[in-house]
């Protein structure tokens, strides 16, 4: 399975906000979007990825206060993306590897999507519960 294939399964949205968001702004619309981390994008250029984690050990650990403090000043600016054609096994090493939760997409340099660690786990369980399902199959002829 691919990652293209996954993002055709639960869909291709991309959230992002600007560097100069207030923290307070991309923690808002990540707590209306349902998600745990956002992209950090100007004009279509990826700068970075904030995550909850982030903000909870960049700011509140910290005392700072998120609506003073600009994402670009606590973003991870180093960003481990995917193309839409890598399969599911180099997904979960650099997951693994990297210790990341969240994997922007990226098609001629440009955010196509993003998965999540939970996006390649569900995948591969599918993948499982059809081997199983194979294997039976074969088993009971």
Known sequence: ???NQILNAKGKNVYSVGSTTTVYEALKIMGEKNIGAILIIDGSEL???LSERDYARKIVLK??????TFVDEIMESTVFT????DNLENCMELMSSKRIRHLPVLEDE???GIISISDVVKAIIELQKDTINHLNSYISQ
């Open 1 to 3: 399975m691919t990652v």
């Open 47 to 49: 700068k970075g990825i």
């Open 63 to 68: 005392d700072k206060s998120s609506k003073e």
């Open 82 to 85: 995917v193309k839409l054609s």
């Open 110 to 112: 440009i955010v196509v």
